[in-house]
């Protein structure tokens, strides 16, 4: 992928949508490509929770897949000002936290629903981060309903005879996750 070719495309599609920015810088990172927007005006590009963001990360990807003939469309992450780095670090922090809470009490616990950007973020968090090895991660459920369990690795992959598994634990409302914006 062509990192001239993104510049442009990026910088097309904001001066056609009038959204103010005054550079663009394109960073590569193990498997992706992270473009952040420098810009006087951050908000307004990143819009209501996030969604004039996605939309322009979506459709830059769209535009650049179509421009590289690509088979697959490009693994790029838009942010502006930071946004998205905060979202990210929360999202880590937030699985440290609950990670204690699964080694406290034994218990299973399932993250608010994410996008599947961020359930990969903590897959990825939890599997790589060695103070994090005796937890494992799965996804579960479906659709915009689709949500991360963390639980211990030796917890048993399904109940004893005679003996019911226990429920996955309800996130409570104040975890941190109900703003996640992609």
Same mark, same amino acid.
């Given at each position: 992928?062509?990192?001239s ?7 097309d599609?904001? /001066?056609?949508l009038?959204?103010?920015? %005054?550079?663009?810088?394109i ?5 992706? %490509?992270r ?18 963001l996605n939309?322009?990360?979506?459709l830059l990807k769209?535009?650049?897949r ?9 693994f790029?992450?838009?942010?502006v000002d930071?946004y ?5 670090? /929360?999202?880590?922090t937030?699985?440290d936290q ?6 406290? %009490?034994g218990s299973?616990?399932a993250?608010?629903?994410m996008s ?8 990825v968090?939890v ?16 659709g ?6 963390? /639980? ?9 005879s ?10 409570? /409302? ?9």
């Amino acid at each position: 992928m062509n990192d001239s070719t993104i510049q442009t495309a990026l910088q097309d599609l904001l /001066k056609h949508l009038n959204l103010e920015f %005054t550079g663009v810088t394109i960073t590569k990172e193990e498997d992706l %490509t992270r473009v952040e927007i420098a810009s006087s005006d951050a908000s307004r590009i990143i819009g209501w929770h996030g969604e004039t963001l996605n939309a322009l990360q979506h459709l830059l990807k769209s535009l650049i897949r179509a421009a590289e003939k690509l088979e697959r469309t490009p693994f790029i992450v838009l942010d502006v000002d930071g946004y998205r780095r905060m979202q990210e670090d /929360k999202v880590r922090t937030i699985a440290d936290q609950k990670a204690d809470f699964v080694r406290r %009490t034994g218990s299973r616990l399932a993250l608010a629903p994410m996008s599947p950007y961020f359930r990969r973020i903590v897959h990825v968090y939890v599997a790589n981060k060695p103070e994090l090895q005796d937890l494992a991660t799965e996804s579960i459920g479906e659709g915009d309903y689709r949500q991360i369990v963390l /639980k211990l690795k030796n917890e048993m992959k399904g109940p004893k005879s005679g003996e019911e598994l226990s429920p996955v634990i309800e996130q409570s /409302k104040d975890d941190g996750l109900e703003n996640l914006d992609i």
